[in-house]
């Protein structure tokens, strides 16, 4: 059975940094896409940042130079490194992965508040 479970999110004054967490389970990680998403009030879900088996990683326009995600395969976890965080990045954040059947799974999320 497929897990993710993330952590980490919270209340943070803009400028300030959180550190995102994803625990997976039930499948292995190699050849596995993990990705963070989010999705603000009214808005659609969004994608934030990709990391693939190579640790190559992919970011949307807005957060590049401000967030780094990373991957820790030994013992399934993926983060999101998030620095100079600006109100608009307040939403709930989702880590998403794709595995090699082609099914994807989602974690139950985790709000982050950035406000003065």
């Known amino acids: 059975q497929v897990q993710l479970v993330e952590s980490g999110g919270g209340l943070v004054q803009p400028g300030g940094s959180l550190r995102l967490s994803c625990a997976a389970s039930?499948?292995?990680?190699?050849?596995?896409?993990m990705s963070w998403h989010r999705q603000a009030p009214g808005k659609e879900r969004e994608l934030v940042a990709a990391?693939?088996?190579?640790?190559?990683?992919n970011y949307r326009d807005d957060v590049r130079g401000r967030f780094t995600i990373s991957r820790d395969n030994t013992k399934n976890l993926v983060f999101l490194q998030m620095d100079n965080l600006r109100p608009e990045d307040t939403a709930v954040y989702y880590c998403?992965?794709?595995?090699?059947?082609?099914?994807?799974?989602w974690g139950q999320g985790t709000q982050v508040t950035v406000s003065s």
């Open positions: 990391i693939g088996g190579s640790t190559a990683a």
């Open positions: 998403r992965a794709l595995v090699r059947s082609g099914d994807f799974y």
């Open positions: 039930g499948f292995t990680p190699g050849g596995t896409l």
